[in-house]
Nanobody, 120 residues
Framework: VQLQASGGGLVQAGGSLRLSCAAS????????MGWFRQAPGKERDFVAA????????YYADSVKGRFTISRDNAKNTGYLQMNSLKPEDTAVYYC??????????????WGQGTLVTVSS
């Protein structure tokens, strides 16, 4: 599976962005999907994950209630809707395909990342 993340940009605190993850190659619907992020000088952290069907979702405590993960298997695309953004959400966001979990080792395929910058 090849993944292409997009939708990042500069936004003021309190604003919203929607990230997209377009998949090609192997059948996207066979895999769970996750979003991770890496802030400058920090490790890559789990953000959210969704099962292959979209029926089960997982969130990091830091984004619960603000971010929503979803997918459209007919379009081979996953999404991360980010609301009420905070400066601490600033990071490069990566989408990944694999077993839906909080652990990056469970994901086999990774996109290239898209930068989200939240100004205060």
């Amino acid at each position: 599976v090849q993944l292409q993340a997009s939708g990042g940009g500069l936004v003021q605190a309190g604003g919203s962005l929607r990230l997209s993850c377009a998949a090609s190659g192997r059948t996207f619907s066979n895999y769970g999907m996750g979003w991770f992020r890496q802030a400058p000088g920090k490790e890559r952290d789990f953000v959210a994950a969704v099962s292959w069907s979209g029926g089960t979702t997982y969130y990091a405590d830091s984004v619960k209630g603000r971010f929503t993960i979803s997918r459209d298997n007919a379009k081979n695309t996953g999404y991360l809707q980010m609301n009420s953004l905070k400066p601490e959400d600033t990071a490069v966001y990566y989408c990944a395909a694999g077993a839906p979990s909080r652990y990056s080792d469970d994901y086999r395929y990774w996109g290239q990342g898209t930068l989200v910058t939240v100004s205060s």
